[in-house]
C-alpha cells in the first residue's frame, strides 16, 4: 500500500502509537487516508472512524484491513502485533475492520495477546498429530491458563517418546511459516467438509454451533475454529508438549475417552526457560509428594477419594491456623455458631441449591420416611439461626462464623490432592445488617480479609468483581445495588481490581481475591458476597425503629476458603517449611553421643517450658544423618550437643536451609524463637 504525504509530529511507540495525520492533498493511487470534504464528494466510499490508544480519530475506507493499518503505523508495533481489538472483540489482523471503533492493536505481552499464541500453537499441535496420525480426530483445542491442549482420539496411545515425534513436527510447521487463513462457511459447507475429512466431533460441534461456522487453514491443515490466530505458524517458535492425560468427551463419563496433550509456547526463548524451570520447581513443592514426605495428609481408597485424613503433624498445623483464626474473628465482633452435617430436603428447595446447585450435591438419604440432604453449604443453617427468634435494628450487624465442613460432588477425573476434594471445612461467616450498615460491613470484610492473608505470608493478590450470571434470581434493582457497593468498598480501600463479567453467584455479586503464590500462580482464596435473596427466601427480618419489620442483608464470606486448598497452596507456597509459628516442630535437640544425652533433656524439657515445640534425636545414629533428616523434616532450628557444648553449657545452633549459627546460651535461642512466633516471622 502506497504511503501518505504529511508530518507525523508524535513518533509511534509500542506503548502510544498513532496514526499518520489526514492527507494533506487526495492520495494518487491505493491510498486510504482522505480529507473529509474530499470523501464527501463521494470520490470515495464512506469511512469508517478509528479511535487509537491515544484518543487520535481517523477515517479510513471501508473495507481495510488491520493489517494494512499496522503496515502505515510501522515501528516496533508493526513487528510485535498479533491482533487487533476493535471495541470488544479481538480480530485477525488479516480480517476487513467491519465498522467504526475503538482500535487498539494486541501483542504476546498482554493476556489477550498471549491466548491467542497459545490458540494458534495448539493448531500447530494437532496440525502435528494430522500430519503423524492421519486417522486421528479431533475434539476441543484452547488456550488454558498456561499454555493450551487439545483433546485427540487416536488408535495409538501416546507415549513421552511420541510427544518427542510431535515436537519434532511441530517444529516442521513452524519453519515452514503457513499463514492461518480464515474462510466463514454455511453450515452445509462445513458439514460436508469435516464429513469428508471423517472428523466426526467437529460434526458434532458444527450442530451445536449457534452461529455461521469458520475454518482456518494453515498449510493443508484445516481445523473448525471461532480464531482469532496468529498471522502465522512461523511465530510459534519456542514450544514444548508437557504431557498427556484423559478426558472425556464434553467432560461426560458416558462418552469416548480422548487423549489430552498439553503444551505451552512462548515468543522468546528466555520465557520458555523461565516456564519449565517453574515446573522443575513446582514438582519439587507438589504438595501431593511433600504430605507423604512430611506426613502431614492422606488419601484412602477404602474411605473414598477426595476425602482427607489429617496424621498428627498436619493436624497440628490445621489446631493453629484455626486457633488464630478463631483469635482474630473474636476480636473482630464474631460469634461462633455450630450446625449439623445434614439437613431435610426441603431446606435446600427453599435456598434455592435444588435449582442452582444440584449437579455439585449427593444424592439425599431417606430417614424415618423424610428425605435428608448431607450439607453442601452452611449457609441455609445460619438463616435459620436468624429466624428462631425476633431481631431488632439494634441487634444488626450481626457476624456469626464457623468452621463448617460441607460436601459436594467431584467428577474423579478432577479430583487433585488437598485442592479439589469432595469434603472440605470451610471458614465460613454469614454477617446480617441494615442497608444503612452495608458499605462498613464491607469496608471491615476487606480489610480483615486482607489482614488474615498476610499473616499467613500472601500479600500479592488479583482481586476481581464478579457481575450477575445470565442464570440469576432477585431483581435488577437490587443486584445494581449489591454490585455498586462491593465496587465502593474496593475503590475506597484503594484496591486494584478486575471485573469478572457474568461470575456473580446465583444470589448475587462478589468479590473474589485470588492469592499469589511464592512461584507466581494464583489461587483462588477469599470470597465476599453480596445477598438479598436469600434472606427473601427465608423471610427474615427485624423490627425496624419505626417498629415495623425490615428485611437485613446478608454477606456471605470465606476467608481461607476450603481449609483443606488453602493448607494445599501453603504447603506448595513454602515448598514444607512453614513458618516458625505453625512449623509442627520447631526445634529438634541432637545430641552427637550419648553421653550428651542427659545434658540434651535438660535442654528440651527448657525449650518445652518455654512454651516451644522440642523434640529431642536420641538414637545412636550418626549426627550427620540426623542433621540431615532434620532438614528433609523442614525443622526450622536444630541444636547440636557436643562435648564443648555440654561442658560450655551452650548449644551449637543450625537453620533450616541456612546452616551454622555458632555457639549460642539456651535462654537467647529461646528468646530469638519466641520473638520469630510472635512475629509469625
Known sequence: MQGVTGSNPVPPTLENYALLPYAKTPPTSGGFLFRADYIGKGNRVPPITLTFPDGRAREYPEGIKASEILAEIGGRIAREAIAAKLDSEILDLSRVLPHSGRLLFLTADSPEGMEIFWHSSAHVLAHAVKELYPEAQFAFGPPVEEGFYYDIDVPTTFTPEDLLRIEAKMAEIVAADFPFVREELDKEAALALFRERKEGYKLQQIDRLGEPPSIYRDGPFIDLCRGPHLPSTGLVRYFKLMSVAGAYWLGDEKNPMLQRIYGVAFPKKSQLEEYLLRIEEAKKRDHRRLGRELDLYSINDE???????????????????????????????????????????????????????????????????????????????????????????????????????????????????????????????????????????????????????????????????????????????????????????????????????????????????????????????????????????????????????????????????????????????????????????????????????????????????????????????????????????????????????????????????????????????????????????
Open 303 to 681: 474411605i473414598g477419594p477426595g476425602l482427607i485424613l489429617w496424621h498428627p503433624k498436619g493436624g497440628f498445623i490445621r489446631y493453629k491456623i484455626e486457633e488464630f483464626w478463631r483469635q482474630e474473628h473474636l476480636q473482630n465482633g464474631y460469634e461462633f455458631v455450630y450446625t449439623p452435617h445434614i439437613a431435610r430436603l426441603d431446606l435446600w428447595q427453599t435456598s434455592g441449591h435444588l435449582g442452582f446447585f444440584k449437579d455439585n450435591m449427593y444424592q439425599p438419604t431417606e430417614v424415618d420416611e423424610q428425605l435428608y440432604q448431607i450439607k453442601p453449604m452452611n449457609c441455609p443453617f445460619h438463616l435459620q439461626i436468624f429466624r428462631s427468634q425476633t431481631r431488632s435494628y439494634r441487634n444488626l450487624p450481626i457476624r456469626w462464623a464457623e468452621l463448617g465442613t460441607v460436601y459436594r460432588y467431584e467428577r474423579s477425573g478432577v479430583l487433585h490432592g488437598l485442592m479439589r476434594v469432595r469434603g472440605f471445612t470451610q471458614d465460613d461467616a454469614h454477617h446480617f445488617c441494615r442497608p444503612d450498615q452495608l458499605d462498613d460491613e464491607i469496608d471491615m470484610l476487606l480489610g480483615f480479609t486482607l489482614h488474615m492473608l498476610r499473616s499467613f505470608g500472601f500479600s500479592d493478590l488479583e482481586i476481581y468483581l464478579s457481575t450477575r450470571p445470565e442464570h440469576a434470581v432477585g431483581s435488577l434493582e437490587n443486584w445494581e445495588r449489591a454490585t455498586d457497593a462491593l465496587r465502593a468498598g474496593l475503590e475506597k480501600a484503594q484496591l486494584k481490581y478486575q471485573i469478572d463479567p457474568g461470575e456473580g453467584v446465583f444470589y448475587g455479586p462478589k468479590i473474589d481475591i485470588k492469592i499469589k503464590d511464592s512461584l507466581g500462580r494464583t489461587w483462588q482464596c477469599s470470597t465476599i458476597q453480596v445477598d438479598f435473596n436469600e434472606p427473601e427466601r427465608f423471610d427474615l427480618t427485624y423490627v425496624g425503629q419505626d417498629g415495623k419489620e425490615h428485611r437485613p442483608i446478608m454477606i456471605h464470606r470465606a476467608l481461607l476458603g476450603s481449609l483443606e486448598r488453602f493448607f494445599g497452596v501453603m504447603i506448595e507456597h513454602y515448598a514444607g517449611a512453614f513458618p516458625l509459628w505453625l512449623a509442627p516442630t520447631q526445634v529438634v535437640v541432637l545430641p552427637i553421643t550419648e553421653k550428651q544425652h542427659e545434658y540434651a533433656e535438660q535442654i528440651k524439657r527448657q525449650l518445652l517450658a518455654a512454651g516451644l515445640r522440642a523434640e529431642m534425636d536420641d538414637r545412636s545414629e550418626k549426627v550427620g544423618y540426623k542433621i540431615r533428616e532434620a532438614e528433609t523434616q523442614k525443622i526450622p532450628y536444630m541444636l547440636i550437643i557436643g562435648q564443648k557444648e555440654a561442658e560450655q553449657n551452650l548449644v551449637s545452633v543450625r537453620k533450616h536451609r541456612e546452616g551454622d549459627s555458632g555457639l549460642a546460651e539456651i535462654p537467647a535461642v529461646i528468646s530469638e524463637i519466641q520473638d520469630k512466633v510472635r512475629s509469625k516471622a
